[in-house]
């Protein structure tokens, strides 16, 4: 058994796919339409067959209290694997991405939070 996809809710799924893409490099996988919606996932471009991101309206009811509560209490909707999070933390700062928490060592690992302009704080990870 392996993890296949994993799913992130985005308040708008086209500005999404233009933040996991062009800001934090992500390569997209599907983009196909669903009704109103549409099916978009986003891979590592170091791992394309790998687990796909799954960028989800945000639409069903319980979504939005769910994320806001994640939010307000600063919890990362997901993590991903960095090998230099300073590294990362100056690249997306410069491109404008705000960050929630800067760099912080917490022993085996360092992270940092940057919200992802679609309602969800996300967390980077480098693991020593």
């Given at each position: 058994?392996?993890?296949?996809?994993?799913s992130?809710f985005?308040?708008?799924?086209?500005?999404a796919?233009?933040?996991?893409?062009d800001?934090l490099?992500?390569?997209?996988k599907?983009?196909?339409?669903?009704?109103?919606?549409r099916?978009i996932?986003?891979?590592?471009?170091?791992?394309?067959?790998?687990?796909?991101?799954?960028?989800e309206?945000s639409?069903?009811?319980?979504?939005?209290?769910?994320?806001?509560?994640?939010?307000?209490?600063?919890?990362?909707?997901?993590?991903?694997?960095?090998d230099?999070?300073?590294?990362?933390?100056a690249?997306?700062?410069?491109?404008?991405?705000?960050?929630?928490?800067p760099p912080?060592?917490?022993?085996?690992?360092?992270?940092?939070?940057?919200?992802?302009?679609c309602?969800?704080?996300?967390?980077?990870?480098?693991?020593?």
């Open positions: 058994m392996r993890i296949n996809l994993a992130v985005v308040d708008d799924q086209e500005r796919l233009r933040f996991y893409t800001v490099g992500f390569a997209l599907h983009d196909v339409p669903i009704g109103e919606d099916w996932t986003v891979v590592s471009p170091e791992d394309p067959d790998g687990t796909e991101l799954v960028l309206p639409g069903h009811p319980a979504v939005p209290p769910y994320k806001e509560a994640l939010v307000a209490d600063g919890i990362p909707a997901t993590s991903f694997a960095v230099d999070v300073r590294a990362e933390h690249r997306l700062t410069a491109l404008g991405v705000r960050f929630t928490q912080v060592d917490m022993g085996p690992v360092t992270t940092t939070v940057l919200d992802d302009t309602g969800n704080l996300i967390q980077l990870a480098q693991y020593a």
